[in-house]
Structures are given as structure tokens and as C-alpha cells.
């Protein structure tokens, strides 16, 4: 009776791990989907920074810079009328932030600061008071404050240095909200949920946890996947909505994504997903290199002789060819993939070259994202 009931369990344990499988990686809802009424809106405004050393606008070569303060003084109450600025202290600029959702009036946000003109740095600089805009040309905030700027610009008569950008900057907190977003959030009967990479074996599964979820919570399932990216959630009557929310962006659901190969020719950068697959292919890869040496020489004329001073060409060129081993890739999993990859002994340049051709042979099963 033991050995019946522990061939059993063998079998069961050997039926559960083939129906399992390898498990997909699992994520939080409110890392994978964002609420689609919860989106930032970006915010735009002209200004003017003051205070700089000698690093502003150059009024000649910036007309708009000199307009902006003859009005700025203007509003202030100072008549600039018939009179010209030289000033090398002061740098037009455009300010831009985004505004989270649910912002309320008073609270704080960054800007981001951006010179217009010919200013060689916004170091030490102040950002006069900036109305920022949305798309709709309504004020949402205003911004004012000491400019933070992380580059270095420094300069002499017959050396200059320079590390990162002295002409950008960022004003933490510089914004005050001054108007609230039109949202109904309270009021909406649903709730919809974007994927940030949209997929539907994602978002069927994101629809069926929150559905588990609603049933032993409601009684009733309350969400569905309309397509790839979007999931709608519709609200229990008896249900707070934010309370809703919170429980549902806490739920743990695996993740799916088809397999891409991303490949960046300007840095040499591979970045290969777990599902990417190779088809067995033989791969030869050799470097061809040609290296020409011009060596000119000089032939002078014997004393006392009407010949003239002559240069000789003289090329010297070389030609090697490294590598040309033919090997087998079977990328079968991921391990293996990079395996053979790196038994060919090229550098990063030669794998891209590699990895086009297997694309345009049909074997690699994968998207290939050229950046």
C-alpha cells in the first residue's frame, strides 16, 4: 500500500512540474499600468534669469532678451523709453515642468530651466517670477527661484574647460500650483488602466487577478481587457473608488512580452531578452583590414649639377585578415545564445553584424530594434 501511494505522488509531482513550466516574472499592477485619468500634462512658460556673472545674453545678438526687460521694468514701473541695455547679466529662458495628477493648489513641483539666447552659463542665476501654461493657454503655476546647475564652464586666454551643460539647469521646488486640474476622479463610474508595454497575454492576465479579486470581494467579476494595452474596471455601487484603486494597484499579476533583441550601433549596446530563440545556423565571421603607409622620400641631385631637389612615392600596403571560423548557434535558451555568441571571439561591432544577418536569414525568432 506505501509503494502504490508513493508511485502516485511521483506521478503527480512529475504531471506538475511539465504543466508548470518555467514561471514568468510577476510585478505589482501599479508598476506595469498606470490610471489613465492619473496622467501628468506638461507646463510651459518664457522668463528671465538675473544675476549672472558677466555669462548673460548679449542684447545685440538677442533682441528678445532686451524686449523681455524693457517690459519687465515696464510692469515694475520704471520708463526704460529711449534708452539702450548693455547688461551682460541677464539670460532669456524657457521653463518647462510637469504637473503630476491630483495636484492641488500650493503645492510644490521642479522646473526645468533652458537658455534662449547666446548666455554662455545660467550658474549663479535667479529665474524671475514665470507664469507656466498648459496646452490649454491656462496658468496652472508660477515659477521663481536660485537655478542648480551641475556643469562647469571655465575659460582663459589660451585654454578653456568645460564638463557637462552650463546652459540648463534645474530649480527644485521652484514652482507653485496656482490652479487644479478638471478631475472627476470621485465622480467616474470606471476605472481604466494603460500597460506601459502593452501586451495581451499582460493584460488578460491583469483582467483575470482583479476579476479573482472582485469575486470573493463583490460577489461579481468588474473588469475586462478591451485590447493590448487597456483594462476597464467598472465600479462596485457600494465601493469606494480610491479604496478600489488602492486594492487593486497592489495586486501581484506575471508579466509576458514578446522577445526583442535591442541594438544600439552609436554606443555598441546589446540588450537580449530571455524568450529570444535561434534557429541552428553556422555563422564565419572575419575582419578584413587594409592598412596603407605612404613614405615619400627625397632624392636630392649630385653637386654641381642642374638636377633639382625630387620626392619619390613610396606606398606600403598591408592587408590581414583575422578570424573566419565557422561556428554553430543554437540559441535554445539564453545561456547558449550568449555562449555562442562569445565563442566566436568578435567584439561587440561584429555581433551587431552577426545578429542583422541571422535576422535577414529567417533564424532569429525575435524582434530586432535598431536604436
Given at each position: 500500500?506505501?509503494?502504490?501511494?508513493?508511485?502516485?505522488?511521483?506521478?503527480?509531482?512529475?504531471?506538475?512540474?511539465?504543466?508548470?513550466?518555467?514561471?514568468?516574472?510577476?510585478?505589482?499592477?501599479?508598476?506595469?499600468?498606470?490610471?489613465?485619468?492619473?496622467?501628468?500634462?506638461?507646463?510651459?512658460?518664457?522668463?528671465?534669469?538675473?544675476?549672472?556673472?558677466?555669462?548673460?545674453?548679449?542684447?545685440?545678438?538677442?533682441?528678445?532678451?532686451?524686449?523681455?526687460?524693457?517690459?519687465?521694468?515696464?510692469?515694475l514701473?520704471?520708463?526704460?523709453?529711449?534708452?539702450?541695455?548693455r547688461?551682460?547679466?541677464?539670460?532669456?529662458?524657457?521653463?518647462?515642468?510637469?504637473?503630476?495628477?491630483?495636484?492641488?493648489?500650493?503645492?510644490?513641483?521642479?522646473?526645468?530651466?533652458?537658455?534662449?539666447?547666446?548666455?554662455?552659463?545660467?550658474?549663479?542665476?535667479?529665474l524671475?517670477?514665470?507664469?507656466?501654461?498648459?496646452?490649454?493657454?491656462?496658468?496652472?503655476?508660477?515659477?521663481?527661484g536660485?537655478?542648480?546647475?551641475?556643469?562647469?564652464?571655465?575659460?582663459?586666454?589660451?585654454?578653456?574647460?568645460?564638463?557637462?551643460?552650463?546652459?540648463a539647469?534645474?530649480?527644485?521646488?521652484?514652482?507653485?500650483?496656482?490652479?487644479?486640474?478638471?478631475?472627476?476622479?470621485?465622480?467616474?463610474?470606471?476605472?481604466?488602466?494603460?500597460?506601459?508595454?502593452?501586451?495581451?497575454?499582460?493584460?488578460?492576465?491583469?483582467?483575470?487577478?482583479?476579476?479573482?479579486?472582485?469575486?470573493?470581494?463583490?460577489?461579481?467579476?468588474?473588469?475586462e481587457?478591451?485590447?493590448?494595452?487597456?483594462?476597464?474596471?467598472?465600479?462596485?455601487?457600494?465601493?469606494?473608488?480610491?479604496?478600489?484603486?488602492?486594492?487593486?494597484?497592489n495586486?501581484?499579476?506575471?508579466?509576458?512580452?514578446?522577445?526583442?533583441?535591442?541594438?544600439?550601433?552609436?554606443?555598441?549596446t546589446?540588450?537580449?531578452?530571455?524568450?529570444?530563440?535561434?534557429s541552428?545556423?553556422?555563422?564565419?565571421?572575419?575582419?578584413?583590414?587594409?592598412?596603407?603607409?605612404?613614405?615619400?622620400?627625397?632624392?636630392?641631385?649630385?653637386?654641381?649639377?642642374?638636377?633639382?631637389?625630387?620626392?619619390?612615392?613610396?606606398?606600403?600596403?598591408?592587408?590581414?585578415?583575422?578570424?573566419?571560423?565557422v561556428?554553430?548557434?543554437?540559441?535554445s535558451?539564453?545561456?547558449?545564445?550568449?555562449?555562442?555568441?562569445?565563442?566566436?571571439?568578435?567584439?561587440?561591432?561584429?555581433?551587431?553584424?552577426i545578429?542583422?544577418?541571422?535576422?535577414?536569414?529567417?533564424?532569429?525568432?525575435?524582434?530586432?530594434v535598431?536604436?
Open positions: 500500500m506505501m509503494q502504490s501511494f508513493l508511485s502516485r505522488a511521483v506521478v503527480f509531482l512529475a504531471c506538475f512540474l511539465l504543466a508548470t513550466g518555467p514561471a514568468l516574472p510577476a510585478a505589482r499592477i501599479k508598476d506595469v499600468a498606470s490610471l489613465q485619468a492619473g496622467r501628468e500634462n506638461q507646463l510651459i512658460g518664457y522668463g528671465l534669469v538675473v544675476g549672472l556673472q558677466g555669462t548673460g545674453d548679449s542684447m545685440r545678438s538677442s533682441p528678445f532678451t532686451e524686449q523681455s526687460v524693457r517690459a519687465m521694468l515696464q510692469n514701473g520704471i520708463s526704460m523709453v529711449g534708452t539702450q541695455t547688461a551682460k547679466n541677464i539670460a532669456a529662458v524657457l521653463v518647462t515642468a510637469n504637473l503630476p495628477p491630483f495636484a492641488s493648489p500650493g503645492s510644490r513641483i521642479d522646473v526645468t530651466v533652458g537658455s534662449l539666447g547666446d548666455a554662455t552659463s545660467l550658474r549663479g542665476g535667479t524671475v517670477m514665470t507664469s507656466l501654461s498648459g496646452a490649454d493657454g491656462q496658468i496652472y503655476a508660477v515659477a521663481q536660485s537655478i542648480v546647475v551641475t556643469g562647469i564652464n571655465a575659460s582663459g586666454d589660451a585654454a578653456s574647460v568645460q564638463q557637462g551643460v552650463t546652459t539647469g534645474r530649480v527644485p521646488n521652484g514652482a507653485i500650483i496656482e490652479r487644479e486640474l478638471p478631475s472627476r476622479f470621485k465622480d467616474a463610474s470606471d476605472l481604466v488602466l494603460q500597460l506601459r508595454n502593452p501586451d495581451f497575454s499582460t493584460a488578460v492576465g491583469m483582467a483575470d487577478a482583479i476579476n479573482r479579486y472582485a469575486a470573493a470581494q463583490y460577489g461579481s467579476p468588474i473588469a481587457s478591451r485590447d493590448s494595452q487597456s483594462v476597464y474596471v467598472s465600479k462596485p455601487k457600494m465601493a469606494d473608488l480610491a479604496r478600489l484603486m488602492a486594492d487593486i494597484e495586486l501581484v499579476i506575471e508579466t509576458d512580452a514578446p522577445a526583442r533583441v535591442v541594438i544600439n550601433e552609436r554606443t555598441g546589446i540588450v537580449i531578452g530571455q524568450d529570444v530563440r535561434i541552428p545556423v553556422a555563422v564565419s565571421y572575419g575582419s578584413l583590414t587594409v592598412q596603407v603607409n605612404e613614405m615619400p622620400q627625397v632624392i636630392q641631385p649630385e653637386p654641381f649639377s642642374k638636377g633639382v631637389t625630387a620626392v619619390q612615392p613610396s606606398t606600403d600596403i598591408l592587408v590581414q585578415q583575422e578570424g573566419g571560423n561556428a554553430m548557434l543554437d540559441g535558451s539564453l545561456r547558449s545564445l550568449v555562449s555562442g555568441l562569445n565563442s566566436i571571439g568578435v567584439k561587440p561591432d561584429g555581433i551587431i553584424s545578429l542583422q544577418s541571422i535576422k535577414t536569414a529567417g533564424a532569429l525568432q525575435a524582434e530586432l535598431l536604436q
